[in-house]
Nanobody, 125 residues
Framework: QVQLLESGGGSVQAGGSLRLSCAAS????????LGWFRQGPGKEPEGVAG???????NTAESVKGRFTISRDNAKNTLYLRMSSLKPEDTATYYC???????????????????WGQGTQVTVSS
């Protein structure tokens, strides 16, 4: 049974940093694409960043230059390093795992089959 467990969320002031982690069990990370998505209050879900099995990345324009996705296949763990946080980054952040369907689909929710429960990030001004 696949489980994805996010951690690292919290409350931070604008300009601050957080690192989210997503640990997987019941699956071997290395063959799959991984992604981070978020949904803020009153907003549509948004693909934030994705990474394919060989480390190719795709990052949303809204966070480019501020957020960095990375993966440690040996630890079956996905990370999202977030810096220069803004109040509009406030959201529940979800990690996701899915088949490798190409770099262009890393930010598409339909790429992913398994999802975590989410971790809340709140950025105050």
């Amino acid at each position: 049974q696949v489980q994805l467990l996010e951690s690292g969320g919290g409350s931070v002031q604008a300009g601050g940093s957080l690192r989210l982690s997503c640990a997987a069990s019941g699956y071997t990370y290395s063959d799959y694409s991984l992604g981070w998505f978020r949904q803020g209050p009153g907003k549509e879900p948004e693909g934030v960043a994705g990474i394919d099995p060989i480390g190719g990345r795709n990052t949303a324009e809204s966070v480019k230059g501020r957020f960095t996705i990375s993966r440690d296949n040996a630890k079956n763990t996905l990370y999202l390093r977030m810096s220069s946080l803004k109040p509009e980054d406030t959201a529940t952040y979800y990690c996701a795992l899915g088949a490798n369907r190409g770099h262009g689909r890393l930010l598409k929710s339909e790429t992913y089959v398994h999802w975590g429960q989410g971790t809340q990030v709140t950025v105050s001004s």
